[in-house]
C-alpha cells in the first residue's frame, strides 16, 4: 500500500478544496478504526481530483459517563481539486461498503468545509488583496443562514444525526461554495478591497452586521421543534 500523500500546494496554482472530519471513535475500536483508515487512504489514491490527505491525527477523548463508553477524537484533512471529486468520493460506493461495518460498532464522524478553502475561493473572485476578517465575514454572511436553513429542510428525514450532519454539511458546502460565496464576493467586492469612500465602507459593513442580526431574530421566532 502507497502511503498517503501529503496535503501541499498544487502547483497549478489552483485553490483545491479541503474537508476537515472528526472522528468519533469507541475506545475498544481505535484498531479497527485505525485500519479502516489505511484502506480508505489506499483506496482513495488513484481518485479523481485527490491531491492527498493529513491525519489521523489523535485530538482527545470524551471521557463515558456511568454506562456509557469513552470515545476517542482523531482528526484528519483531506483535499480534492474542487468539490466534485470530492462529493463523488464521499458518496463513493467503495467508501461506503468500508464504512457501513465500523458505523455498526458505533464509529461515527462529523465533517465541516475548511474555512482556508472559503478563502481561495474568494480570492479567485476578488482581484485586490482582502483582510482575513473581512473574509471570514463574508463567509459568515452566507454560511449562517445556509446552515440554519438546512437545519430546518433536514430535520424530519429517517435518518441518523451522522447522516443528517454529513448530508448538510455537503450541502452547505455546494450552496456557498458554487453560488453564494462568489455572489457575495461580487457584492461587497469594493468594501473587501477598501475601495470607495469611507462612507460606503462603513454603510456596507453596517448592512452585513444588520443582516446578521436580522437573521438571527429570525431564527429565534421561529418554533423550536424546526430543529
Known amino acids: ?121 474568494l480570492a479567485l473572485s476578488v482581484p485586490g488583496p482582502v483582510p482575513l476578517w473581512k473574509t471570514n465575514l463574508l463567509v459568515l454572511l452566507v454560511l449562517y443562514p445556509t446552515v440554519m436553513g438546512l437545519t430546518m429542510a433536514l430535520h424530519g428525514l429517517p435518518w441518523d444525526f451522522p447522516a443528517k450532519l454529513l448530508l448538510g454539511n455537503v450541502c452547505s458546502v455546494a450552496i456557498t461554495g458554487w453560488l453564494l460565496v462568489p455572489w457575495a464576493s461580487r457584492l461587497y467586492g469594493p468594501w473587501a478591497e477598501g475601495r470607495g469612500p469611507r462612507w460606503q465602507r462603513a454603510l456596507a459593513l453596517a448592512s452585513i452586521v444588520g443582516v446578521l442580526v436580522a437573521l438571527l431574530q429570525l431564527f429565534r421566532s421561529l418554533p423550536s421543534t424546526l430543529w
Open 1 to 121: 500500500m502507497r502511503p498517503p500523500m501529503p496535503i501541499a500546494a498544487d502547483p497549478r496554482g489552483a485553490p483545491g478544496f479541503d474537508y476537515r472530519l472528526l472522528h468519533r471513535v469507541p475506545a475498544t475500536a481505535v484498531p479497527q478504526f485505525l485500519a479502516l483508515e489505511k484502506r480508505l487512504q489506499a483506496a482513495v489514491q488513484d481518485f479523481p481530483g485527490y491531491r492527498g490527505e493529513s491525519g489521523p491525527r489523535y485530538v482527545g477523548r470524551i471521557r463515558g459517563q456511568a454506562g456509557q463508553r469513552t470515545v476517542h477524537l482523531y482528526e484528519s484533512i483531506l483535499r480534492f481539486d474542487g468539490l466534485q471529486g470530492f462529493l463523488q468520493w464521499m458518496d463513493s460506493p467503495i467508501r461506503r461498503a468500508m464504512l457501513q461495518p465500523a458505523e455498526q460498532q458505533g464509529y461515527g464522524f462529523e465533517g465541516s468545509a475548511d474555512w482556508e478553502g472559503y478563502s481561495r475561493w
